[in-house]
């Protein structure tokens, strides 16, 4: 069964640094989300993809994050200077094509980031 | 008010009990909802989608009311296994196009205990 895969499972970092979270999407899927989980709290939307733009973003996604789909099948998340709130699960998810209303985001397992 | 609300919990049952839960959305334009599962620290995974018409899966039954803006989830005959959290999701389509964001609740945790 196809699905969503992140890399690095985990990853630390220092505050003030660059990250990039990646993810395969499942390869005929045309909308790419990212979300985010604080440890105990809610799933949050970041941003959503699509047509190689973005199509939506919250509030949370400032100018210190950008997402990018660099070769057709990567959907990479990029934290430009890392803060200590920023530590969170970090979802990658993807929905093939059609109506929101039917169609299931797939999630990826996660990448934990731990910024110290 | 929050845009999806969900009753924290927790709910501790005993094997083959029939639990509730319920979730209330605020924003009436809200078009799709959906109940997902997360087990500890993973991702979550679709349980069900709920329909106006309500739909059942199983030992699973999701209902919408529209009006009163809440969807619920029923499980019948818990077992073990159904223990996690239990997520509502709401796609909300304001102005017209909706690209499929979810907006979720904070969960709802579930034991199931022997």
């Known amino acids: 069964e196809p699905e969503v895969t992140q890399t690095p499972s985990h990853q630390v970092t220092q505050m003030g640094q660059e990250v990039i979270l990646r993810c395969v999407p499942i390869?005929?899927?045309?909308?790419f989300y990212w979300y985010r989980q604080i440890l105990g709290q809610k799933v949050e939307f970041l941003v959503s993809?699509?047509?190689?733009?973005?199509?939506?973003k919250s509030e949370i996604f400032d100018d210190q994050f950008s997402v990018e789909r660099p070769d057709g099948s990567n959907f990479t998340l990029k934290i430009r200077s890392t803060k200590l709130e920023d530590s969170a699960m970090y979802f990658c998810?993807?929905?093939?094509?059609?109506?929101?209303?039917?169609?299931?985001?797939?999630f990826g397992p996660g990448t934990r980031l731990t910024v110290l | 008010r929050k845009e999806v609300e969900q009753d924290p919990g927790p709910f501790n049952v005993p094997e083959g009990a029939t639990v509730a839960f319920n979730c209330t959305y605020s924003?009436?334009?809200?078009?799709?909802f959906f109940w997902y599962r997360q087990d500890c620290r993973k991702e979550p995974k679709l349980l069900m989608s709920?329909?106006?018409s309500g739909n059942e899966d199983g030992r699973f039954t999701a209902q919408l009311n529209r009006a009163s803006q809440y969807i619920s989830l029923l499980i019948r005959d818990s077992k073990l296994s159904d223990s996690a959290t239990y997520l509502c999701?709401?796609?909300?389509?304001?102005?017209?196009?909706?690209?499929?964001?979810?907006?979720f609740g904070q969960g709802t945790i579930l034991t199931v205990h022997p």
């Open positions: 993809f699509y047509n190689n733009e973005i199509s939506e």
């Open positions: 999701a709401v796609n909300i389509n304001a102005g017209g196009t909706s690209y499929g964001k979810l907006t």
């Open positions: 709920v329909y106006s």
């Open positions: 924003n009436s334009a809200s078009q799709s």
């Open positions: 998810a993807s929905r093939d094509r059609g109506p929101a209303s039917i169609n299931e985001q797939f």
């Open positions: 390869s005929n899927h045309l909308y």
